[in-house]
């Protein structure tokens, strides 16, 4: 028996190992690369705020994993998940690492807009911005036999009642889910605060779509390809500038060509801490450049539906405060903001 | 590709030299993880997941597969044996599980649990070949409306949850809801009874109430009561052998519990924990001899334990075939598909055979894999009960915390493990029966977001869920279930007069 008890408490031991792997190991491997101002000289940890297996989790794990496969950076890059409430314990907990350069992190709209929506301590001001690597777009989606046969005749129904069409999206009024939708809907001259928008975490908003508890499904566009193909559900308008690549993706409008002027782009990129040593933005930025030009990189935009937007640190940063201002007016208008 | 073709495929892929020791392999790893208190299928997939990356997404996913269900089969383990139970679906399994256990039946428990977990299992699998292509359908059936209803449907047990006072159970479960509110309300984005507190954001998840209301409150009691005599005779492990009476009462609940709790599992949402009540109460109603449930039930143990093993099977119908998670398990299981560049959906099942189909027959094999393994470990297993109870206890607490950190990596929700402890302690100690808030948490959420789903569709029209077939029908389940035991009690009386 206590051979068994001491067996499993070993194994679990050796889980827990293997979880935390990778942190610690080859802190001094030689900097052989090209002078630099700053170079890492211990391993660094790249912080997904949220489980395994969602976008930014494989966000960063695909990153690490070209950064060091493509040895563009010789310091070891472990991942580490730090789920809940949206991103904002794991924006906490990089809070308080300091100025250290070696806590990185993915983030993407939301890193915006929980802060916004009051939800978080911390928001894109107390990081730094180092540098955007992908992008992907949003989409708006109906039966395959409803009546609107694009995104014009939606807004004109809903201009007439908006509270007849109901919105459904996976998260909470006030998260991209809703506001993405909300961006198009009020510029296309929707009264914003009269739409009836469904939040459904559980069974997803496809099943409401489908069996017509909802009429618009608002998600990312590579949640939906599969029910297009088998022409289950239509994509009314992607939210890109221009029409998607691929086979199905190329067949939807942009909400642009139908006359709507605007766009959503849900970008992805990699921020440190706040004070983080210029030279150390400098050299990251410069690496996660060289591994977005890569040939590998581009295999893994390809297999995840991704598409390449590449920004520095400093446009980035602008890019955000632009965002940002976007975001408070519509949360403002919808009495959603936390101020 | 036909159906029939398209099995072929499936057995071909889980038939062959690497498949089987994937499956193996998966299933291994599933159910032993699945074991250990506090922890589940979570865990355990999201401990694989980084291994799978590079791999053949066929093989890894019928792997992947194969740590689900196999954490699931297992997860019965601590729920019977130490009243720890690692995931929502095997608390339904602790209520007869640990009485039998405690009186001397550990063994007999465990295999009850394995055997009725197989036939759940298995069924469920002949269920989801024959009809995969057909049951997408029935996954979205379920509209706001109906899972409301099917809400209301479940929260009935309560009555039949409850030993003695009614009132304590419907304090009890008037506060599970209460803390079902906790979190950011996903309707409004407004955050409710946090404090301001970021830690309480996402709600409080349903392992630290488990672990609390019934490892950590078991624990003090334990511990309070440990010179008592009957706490220390708990250690025969008593026979393995089933004896004929024992499977004759197993194979009718578990076979009625597997086709329920498949249907159950097939909507997304719903799943294994709602399934393995409905199934719990259903068999006490239909029982002889209702009295004997929850003090160590043949029927109260197999019932369950099939039904949850079926659920899981059943949730692969929305995961496949539409994509849709309809779990933060299954969510987990969606993440390890989309990792390996396997989108699921309404396509899968004809661009990619060998994943759909694959899956499907390995579930087979995974299943026979589960029973060979478990049933010649149960006496070892069993024997945890021998230790002795100080250090049973301490492993408890520790195994708890260990599995309450490794959901969210968070020390806080180590404090509320704690506190939820006491307050299952303080219950025990009045006699307010822990399952009827626990029940209340799970349904609680989301019975009043499907309500007000309903309610912002149909424009505060509450026609709605009398107008909807689904919704209609399960009202009026909800009212009989609701007044059928008062019916039955009015009748004893005037029997006895």
Same mark, same amino acid.
């Given at each position: 028996?206590?051979?068994?008890?001491?067996?499993?408490?070993?194994?679990?031991?050796?889980?827990?190992?293997?979880?935390?792997?990778?942190?610690?190991?080859?802190?001094?491997?030689?900097?052989?690369?090209?002078?630099?101002?700053?170079?890492?000289?211990?391993?660094?940890?790249?912080?997904?705020?949220?489980?395994?297996?969602?976008?930014?989790?494989?966000?960063?794990?695909?990153?690490?994993?070209?950064?060091?496969?493509?040895?563009?950076?010789?310091?070891?890059?472990?991942?580490?998940?730090?789920?809940?409430?949206?991103?904002?314990?794991?924006?906490?907990?990089?809070?308080?690492?300091?100025?250290?350069?070696?806590?990185?992190?993915?983030?993407?709209?939301?890193?915006?807009?929980?802060?916004?929506?009051?939800?978080?301590?911390?928001?894109?001001?107390?990081?730094?911005?180092?540098?955007?690597?992908?992008?992907?777009?949003?989409?708006?989606?109906?039966? #395959? $036999? !409803?009546?609107? @046969?694009?995104?014009?005749?939606?807004?004109?129904? /809903?201009? +007439?009642?908006?509270?007849?069409?109901? *919105?459904?999206?996976?998260?909470?009024?006030?998260?991209?889910?809703?506001?993405?939708?909300?961006?198009?809907?009020?510029?296309?001259?929707?009264?914003?605060?009269?739409?009836?928008?469904?939040?459904?975490?559980?069974?997803?908003?496809?099943?409401?779509?489908?069996?017509?508890?909802?009429?618009?499904?608002?998600?990312?566009?590579?949640?939906?390809?599969?029910?297009?193909?088998?022409?289950?559900?239509?994509?009314?308008?992607?939210?890109?500038?221009?029409?998607?690549?691929?086979?199905?993706?190329?067949?939807?409008?942009?909400?642009?060509?139908?006359?709507?002027?605007?766009?959503?782009?849900?970008?992805?990129?990699?921020?440190?801490?706040?004070?983080? #040593? $210029? !030279?150390?933005? @400098?050299?990251?930025?410069?690496?996660?450049?060289? /591994?977005? +030009?890569?040939?590998?990189?581009?295999? *893994?935009?390809?297999?995840?539906?991704?598409?390449?937007?590449?920004?520095?640190?400093?446009?980035?940063?602008?890019?955000?405060?632009?965002?940002?201002?976007?975001?408070?007016?519509?949360?403002?208008?919808?009495?959603?903001?936390?101020? | 590709?036909?159906?029939?073709?398209?099995?072929?495929?499936?057995?071909?892929?889980?038939?062959?030299?690497?498949?089987?020791?994937?499956?193996?392999?998966?299933?291994?790893?599933?159910?032993?993880?699945?074991?250990?208190?506090?922890?589940?299928?979570?865990?355990?997939?999201?401990?694989?997941?980084?291994?799978?990356?590079?791999?053949?997404?066929?093989?890894?996913?019928?792997?992947?597969?194969?740590?689900?269900?196999?954490?699931?089969?297992?997860?019965?383990?601590?729920?019977?044996?130490?009243?720890?139970?690692?995931?929502?679906?095997?608390?339904?399994?602790?209520?007869?599980?640990?009485?039998?256990?405690?009186?001397?039946?550990?063994?007999?428990?465990?295999?009850?649990?394995?055997?009725?977990?197989?036939?759940?299992?298995?069924?469920?699998?002949?269920?989801?070949?024959?009809?995969?292509?057909?049951?997408?359908?029935?996954?979205?059936?379920?509209?706001?409306?109906?899972?409301?209803?099917?809400?209301?449907?479940?929260?009935?047990?309560?009555?039949?949850?409850?030993?003695?006072?009614?009132?304590?159970?419907?304090?009890?479960?008037?506060?599970?809801?209460?803390?079902?509110?906790?979190?950011?309300?996903?309707?409004?984005?407004?955050?409710?009874?946090?404090?301001?507190?970021?830690?309480?954001?996402?709600?409080?998840?349903?392992?630290?109430?488990?672990?609390?209301?019934?490892?950590?409150?078991?624990?003090?009691?334990?511990?309070?009561?440990?010179?008592?005599?009957?706490?220390?005779?708990?250690?025969?492990?008593?026979?393995?052998?089933?004896?004929?009476?024992?499977?004759?009462?197993?194979?009718?609940?578990?076979?009625?519990?597997?086709?329920?709790?498949?249907?159950?599992?097939?909507?997304?949402?719903?799943?294994?924990?709602?399934?393995?009540?409905?199934?719990?109460?259903?068999?006490?109603?239909?029982?002889?001899?209702?009295?004997?449930?929850?003090?160590?039930?043949?029927?109260?143990?197999?019932?369950?334990?099939?039904?949850?093993?079926?659920?899981?099977?059943?949730?692969?119908?929305?995961?496949?075939?539409?994509?849709?998670?309809?779990?933060?398990?299954?969510?987990?299981?969606?993440?390890?598909?989309?990792?390996?560049?396997?989108?699921?959906?309404?396509?899968?099942?004809?661009?990619?055979?060998?994943?759909?189909?694959?899956?499907?027959?390995?579930?087979?094999?995974?299943?026979?894999?589960?029973?060979?393994?478990?049933?010649?470990?149960?006496?070892?297993?069993?024997?945890?009960?021998?230790?002795?109870?100080?250090?049973?206890?301490?492993?408890?607490?520790?195994?708890?915390?260990?599995?309450?950190?490794?959901?969210?990596?968070?020390?806080?929700?180590?404090?509320?493990?704690?506190?939820?402890?006491?307050?299952?302690?303080?219950?025990?100690?009045?006699?307010?029966?822990?399952?009827?808030?626990?029940?209340?948490?799970?349904?609680?959420?989301?019975?009043?977001?499907?309500?007000?789903?309903?309610?912002?569709?149909?424009?505060?029209?509450?026609?709605?869920?009398?107008?909807?077939?689904?919704?209609?029908?399960?009202?009026?389940?909800?009212?009989?279930?609701?007044?059928?035991?008062?019916?039955?009690?009015?009748?004893?009386?005037?029997?006895?007069?």
């Amino acid at each position: 028996m206590k051979k068994l008890l001491a067996g499993s408490i070993f194994a679990f031991m050796l889980l827990i190992l293997a979880a935390c792997g990778g942190d610690d190991q080859a802190a001094d491997e030689g900097n052989n690369g090209e002078p630099q101002d700053w170079e890492p000289e211990e391993s660094i940890e790249l912080v997904a705020p949220a489980g395994a297996g969602g976008g930014w989790d494989t966000t960063a794990r695909m990153t690490a994993q070209t950064l060091t496969e493509e040895g563009i950076i010789d310091q070891d890059i472990g991942v580490v998940n730090k789920p809940g409430a949206g991103g904002a314990v794991g924006w906490a907990h990089i809070a308080n690492q300091g100025d250290s350069p070696y806590d990185l992190f993915v983030s993407s709209s939301p890193l915006l807009l929980v802060p916004l929506n009051g939800q978080s301590d911390y928001n894109f001001e107390d990081f730094t911005p180092i540098a955007n690597v992908i992008a992907d777009y949003a989409s708006f989606a109906v039966r #395959d $036999d !409803a009546e609107w @046969e694009d995104l014009n005749d939606l807004f004109d129904d /809903m201009k +007439e009642d908006p509270s007849e069409i109901t *919105v459904v999206g996976t998260s909470a009024p006030g998260s991209m889910d809703h506001i993405q939708f909300i961006r198009f809907a009020r510029e296309a001259g929707v009264d914003i605060s009269q739409i009836s928008y469904v939040s459904d975490p559980d069974a997803g908003g496809v099943t409401q779509l489908l069996n017509g508890s909802a009429d618009v499904f608002s998600t990312g566009v590579g949640q939906i390809v599969e029910q297009i193909r088998s022409e289950d559900i239509r994509a009314l308008a992607v939210t890109s500038e221009e029409r998607l690549e691929g086979e199905i993706l190329s067949e939807i409008p942009t909400a642009k060509e139908q006359g709507i002027d605007e766009t959503f782009v849900n970008w992805r990129g990699i921020f440190g801490p706040g004070d983080m #040593d $210029d !030279a150390a933005v @400098e050299y990251y930025e410069e690496k996660l450049k060289e /591994m977005s +030009e890569t040939e590998a990189f581009a295999d *893994v935009r390809d297999n995840y539906g991704w598409d390449e937007m590449f920004m520095g640190s400093e446009e980035y940063q602008e890019f955000l405060e632009q965002e940002n201002e976007v975001f408070k007016e519509i949360l403002d208008e919808l009495e959603l903001s936390a101020e | 590709m036909g159906a029939i073709e398209g099995i072929i495929t499936g057995f071909e892929v889980a038939l062959s030299l690497e498949g089987i020791l994937f499956v193996l392999l998966g299933v291994f790893v599933g159910t032993f993880i699945g074991m250990l208190p506090g922890l589940g299928p979570i865990s355990a997939i999201a401990i694989m997941i980084p291994i799978t990356y590079g791999m053949n997404p066929t093989l890894a996913l019928v792997m992947m597969a194969g740590v689900y269900y196999g954490a699931v089969f297992g997860g019965s383990t601590s729920s019977i044996l130490l009243n720890a139970p690692g995931i929502s679906g095997t608390v339904a399994s602790s209520f007869d599980g640990y009485p039998m256990a405690q009186n001397g039946q550990a063994g007999k428990a465990l295999a009850i649990a394995a055997i009725s977990s197989f036939i759940g299992g298995t069924i469920s699998v002949i269920l989801l070949m024959a009809f995969a292509p057909m049951l997408s359908s029935v996954a979205i059936s379920f509209g706001p409306p109906a899972y409301f209803a099917l809400m209301l449907l479940g929260l009935t047990a309560i009555a039949s949850l409850s030993e003695g006072s009614t009132v304590k159970a419907l304090i009890s479960a008037v506060i599970g809801f209460m803390v079902a509110t906790i979190g950011i309300d996903p309707q409004t984005g407004t955050a409710r009874y946090t404090f301001g507190s970021t830690n309480l954001l996402d709600g409080i998840d349903f392992l630290i109430i488990a672990l609390g209301l019934f490892a950590i409150a078991e624990v003090g009691y334990l511990i309070i009561n440990r010179h008592k005599k009957s706490m220390t005779d708990a250690k025969q492990l008593g026979s393995l052998k089933l004896s004929k009476q024992d499977m004759k009462e197993i194979a009718g609940p578990s076979g009625r519990q597997s086709i329920l709790g498949f249907v159950l599992g097939i909507l997304p949402g719903a799943g294994a924990t709602i399934a393995s009540f409905i199934s719990y109460i259903s068999e006490k109603r239909l029982s002889k001899n209702p009295e004997k449930f929850g003090k160590g039930a043949v029927k109260g143990l197999a019932a369950p334990e099939a039904s949850n093993n079926a659920a899981t099977s059943g949730s692969f119908v929305p995961l496949l075939s539409l994509g849709i998670p309809g779990s933060g398990t299954t969510a987990v299981m969606l993440g390890a598909f989309l990792v390996l560049g396997v989108q699921p959906g309404p396509m899968l099942m004809g661009d990619n055979p060998d994943i759909f189909w694959g899956i499907i027959a390995s579930m087979y094999i995974g299943n026979v894999f589960l029973l060979i393994l478990n049933l010649p470990l149960i006496p070892y297993i069993a024997r945890v009960l021998t230790v002795p109870r100080p250090l049973l206890i301490s492993l408890v607490i520790v195994f708890s915390l260990i599995g309450v950190y490794a959901i969210s990596f968070s020390t806080f929700d180590l404090y509320l493990l704690l506190a939820f402890g006491v307050i299952g302690f303080l219950m025990r100690m009045f006699a307010f029966p822990a399952p009827p808030f626990i029940l209340a948490f799970i349904l609680g959420g989301m019975m009043e977001q499907s309500f007000r789903q309903a309610m912002t569709s149909s424009n505060g029209d509450i026609s709605i869920f009398f107008t909807n077939n689904i919704s209609l029908v399960l009202i009026i389940l909800s009212v009989l279930s609701f007044t059928f035991p008062i019916i039955k009690s009015m009748r004893q009386k005037k029997q006895e007069a």
